[in-house]
């Protein structure tokens, strides 16, 4: 289980972010925290939240200049 960052509840490995429902609809508000959820779960799908791979991609464009 991972903790959250706020209140150090534990949380689901399943979960995509790093923060607990209670924590994150208190900071961000229903709506807020729901899309923000939503945005980095499908960008974990696509692998978009990977270690490194912005700069790996940076450095791959910067390389046909």
Known sequence: MKK???????????????????CGVGVWGEK?????TNSVKDEKEKGNMELGR????????MKNL
């Open 54 to 61: 912005v700069s790996e991609n940076q450095n791959a464009g």
């Open 4 to 22: 959250c960052i706020y209140c150090k509840g534990e949380i689901s490995n399943e979960s995509p972010i790093d923060v607990c429902k209670r």
């Open 32 to 36: 807020m925290f729901e899309a923000i």
